[in-house]
């Protein structure tokens, strides 16, 4: 399994783009600015998408990709969310307000985007992969996600704070080898963190000691300006783990 960075950053700016993972050359999980990168090529070889939650920095690529592939593919491309982020979706973006209404283009029979409602803790079978979703704790309804291929496991959090449940669900799986989880805050902005549910690099230290797996860690979502300060506090924080912070184009090979 071979994971894509696209995007990792908690904001944009010059070499910055939004939440953005490709799997395998077919998979999105999520789609932020980070699809802005892809060639025509690359855009139509992807055939699902799957949405952590509905903030703009994770959704905001969706629609623009639905415009650059219509009439380019010969297939719906499906989206599959929690069923309250696909009613952001419904209601916010393809409402033909804010966007055209792509789950209803070119007709309501043969339509580009294909909305799926999947249900946490339920895997979902794609390909040689299996996916399970996972709640996490943020500010709307989110998850996480469990991608397995049946030779290695990756977990990624998507934007989260601390709760029990992540770590008792991470727990009971039989094996961990990559961890991709979010550090958006520095410390001195704990309480900011709290209100936002996004982690700090003290804050994500501390509740790793729940985690009995010992995975390699990639660090994703800092924000713009804080990213040297982030890195200086894990080196404290997460001592005698294994991580990196992740940059556009690294790979992670599973």
Same mark, same amino acid.
């Given at each position: ?17 939004? =939440? ?23 855009? #139509?070889?992807?055939? =699902? ?10 959704? !905001?690529?969706?629609?623009?990709? #639905? ?53 946490? #803790?339920?895997?979902? =079978? ?35 704070? #601390? ?36 982690? =700090? ?32 506090? !894990? ?20």
């Amino acid at each position: 399994m071979q994971i894509r960075i696209l995007g990792c950053s908690g904001g944009i700016g010059p070499g910055l783009r939004t =939440t953005t993972l490709l799997i395998d050359g077919a998979l999105l999980i999520d789609a932020g600015t980070g699809v802005g990168d892809l060639q025509p090529a690359e855009l #139509a070889a992807i055939r =699902t998408v799957l949405l952590t939650h509905a903030h703009l920095d994770h959704i !905001c690529g969706l629609a623009f990709m #639905a415009d650059n592939l219509f009439g380019e593919i010969d297939h719906p491309l499906k989206v599959h969310a929690i069923p309250e982020a696909l009613a952001v979706l419904r209601e916010h973006i393809f409402n033909w307000k804010v966007w055209p209404d792509f789950t209803a283009l070119p007709d309501a029979e043969h339509p580009l985007i294909v909305l799926e409602p999947l249900t946490p #803790a339920t895997s979902l =079978t794609l390909g040689a992969l299996s996916i399970t979703p996972f709640r996490v704790s943020h500010t709307v309804p989110a998850v996480g996600y469990i991608v397995d291929d049946g030779n290695g496991v990756f977990a990624f959090s998507g934007d989260t704070y #601390a709760h029990d449940r992540i770590w008792d669900f991470l727990n009971a799986l039989p094996r961990l080898d990559h961890l991709m989880i979010e550090v958006a805050f520095p410390n001195h902005e704990d309480a900011l963190a709290q209100r936002a549910r996004h982690f =700090t690099p003290g804050r994500l230290g501390s509740e790793l000691g729940k985690l009995r797996h010992r995975p390699m860690l990639h660090l994703t979502h800092a924000k713009p300006g804080s990213e040297t300060l982030i890195a200086e506090q !894990c080196t404290v924080a997460l001592a005698g783990w294994q991580y990196r912070h992740l940059r556009i184009g690294d790979e992670i090979v599973v």
